[in-house]
């Protein structure tokens, strides 16, 4: 229930998971494009070394962003897990994180080392978010929030968290199970 002694680079592995695999297919997609690229023969047009060298900062910037959103769902990790502890399961800890797929997988994740992940997945559930919403809300809604300062900064340049709560110190699992805002039925609502 209470998995405390998980090493960090695991827990990093697990958070980012789709994440990571995003980052192999686009180091495999670098390994394949950018020879060709180097093949093209573009001695006679400026214009097209212009655009072989902007199409090789473009794939290279690709494996480095899918880590940068590694790195944020990480910190979003063990600052919900820390509210969790702190606080019970409570539905305002899940609202930030409701319409992102990867930051839902963080607070899975987190929850499910309390102990809340059946509340934690409930609560998604109820919302209407299965496993193959992968593409933010945000991109269809709003598309041109990915061009806001807000968007960047909480998506690949979240600050570093410090947990509050030392979780190697503990023995036996100390939760609260019960919150003032916990979801209603929660046992019906996944089924």
């Known amino acids: 229930m209470f998995e405390s002694n998980s090493p960090k680079i695991i827990v990093y592995m697990r958070t980012g ?4 695999i995003i980052t192999l297919m686009e180091l495999i997609l670098i390994f394949i494009l950018v020879p060709i690229l180097f093949r093209i023969d573009t001695s006679q047009d400026l214009f ?3 655009l072989r060298y902007f199409a090789i900062a473009f794939l290279v910037s690709l494996p480095v962003s899918s880590q940068l959103d590694a790195w944020s769902r990480y910190q979003n990790y063990k600052q919900i897990k820390d509210q969790f502890f702190i606080y019970g399961f409570d539905i305002r800890i899940l609202k930030p994180v409701l319409k992102s797929r990867c930051q839902r997988d963080a607070a899975l994740i987190s929850a499910s080392e309390l102990g809340l992940k059946k509340e934690c997945a409930c609560y998604f559930w109820k919302h209407g978010y299965r496993w193959y919403h992968i593409i933010p809300d945000f ?3 709003t598309p041109q929030f990915l061009l806001s300062k807000y968007f960047w900064m909480t998506t690949f340049f979240v600050s570093k968290y410090e947990p509050k709560v030392d979780y190697t110190s503990f023995q036996a699992p100390y939760l609260k199970t019960k919150s003032s805002i916990i979801l209603p039925n929660a046992e019906t609502a996944c089924s």
């Open 139 to 141: 991109v269809f809604s």
């Open 17 to 20: 998971r789709f994440l990571h």
């Open 48 to 50: 097209l070394t212009i």
